[in-house]
């Protein structure tokens, strides 16, 4: 028996958003989910445009979900959705060059989530200066554990087929 493909396309999209907000609530019930320092688990995920299409509205739907859920205000879940979103499309762009698929998503989180910090929460400390905290958790959460992610699932070739 043959899973149409839309079925299978909606089903890893649900199941990766699904992932993303749990791992965000993990983060969250370390303190680490939202604020000047910051390191979403759930970021890792986002290499995963390199593997599977559905990754794109899979992320983007679990980070709305997930700043929604864990109390953000609307700007954040907006802009960090929509951060979140593009670095998902900037990953799958880079999917030829796979192990540089982290970069659109640190750079985006980078240059939108300090506005929304300055703005939406009011935070005290300098744009640059969040930007260089939000640009070190976005790197060891999709940077580090993101390409930790790659690796393994490079070596199941067939399991996004």
Sequence with gaps: ???????????????????????TF?????????GVIQLRLSEALCVLPVFTPAAIPGLAVGCLIANF????????????????????????????WKYLAPLPTILANMLIVPFVLKYAYSAGEAVPFMMLTVGIGEFFACGVL??????????KPDLFD
């Design 26 to 34: 993990l983060s969250a019930a370390m303190g680490l989910a939202s």
């Design 69 to 96: 859920a864990t109390g953000a205000v609307v700007l954040d879940v907006i802009f960090g959705s929509l951060a979140t979103l593009l670095g998902a499309l900037g990953a799958w762009a880079m999917r030829r």
């Design 146 to 155: 993101g390409t930790l992610l790659t690796v393994m699932l490079s070596k």
């Design 1 to 23: 028996m043959r899973i149409k493909k839309s079925t299978l396309f909606i089903a890893r999209a649900g199941i990766i958003a699904a992932l993303y907000v749990a791992l």
